[in-house]
């Protein structure tokens, strides 16, 4: 319905940001195609142009996507040539998910994201990246505080499959 709606109002928002939502959705239900499918249509709506967020936005959604279901290299492929703080975001996490750590903390030292959000990612990242013990341990207390604080939980869910064993050592 929501997308029915968007599409009578012919707003891009109304238009793409319903897309979005139900990409997400369908890929927490384990619907990869679909989702995929869904961003795909993003990109390829009659009569909306889109401009340069809504172009980062999918391929961020995109490239959250592929590292969430193991795909790290592939978030990185997809990822244009020319990259915002949002998608170098997506690259610096897609690197440490491939183990490059040194790569990872090099790239995010030269990123500044806005927001919250993305101040829970960077945190997790050092919580991933950091050489030293006691500094990621220190960056994982921040971003876990941050994240429950700004109501950011699905975040760490997101980063469930190397967050478990550094989450019980707290």
Do not use: N
């Amino acid at each position: 319905q929501s997308i029915e709606a968007g599409d009578t109002l012919a707003f891009a928002h109304a238009r793409v940001l319903p897309r979005i939502g139900l990409a997400r959705l369908h890929h927490a239900l384990g619907r990869r195609d679909l989702a995929f499918r869904m961003l795909d249509e993003c990109r390829h709506l009659r009569h909306v142009r889109l401009d340069r967020h809504f172009t980062e936005r999918i391929g961020e959604i995109e490239g959250h996507l592929r590292i969430r279901e193991g795909d790290a290299a592939g978030a990185i492929a997809g990822l244009p040539s020319l990259r915002s703080g949002r998608l170098q975001l997506i690259e610096v996490r897609a690197l440490a998910a491939l183990g490059q750590h040194e790569q990872a903390l090099d790239l995010l030292s030269r990123v500044h994201p806005p927001g919250a959000r993305r101040g829970v990612q960077v945190l997790l990242v050092l919580a991933r990246c950091l050489p030293d013990p006691a500094a990621r341990l220190s960056a994982l207390r921040e971003a876990v505080a941050l994240a429950e604080q700004k109501g950011y939980l699905r975040i760490l869910v997101d980063e469930k499959t190397w967050l478990v064993e550094p989450m019980l050592a707290l």
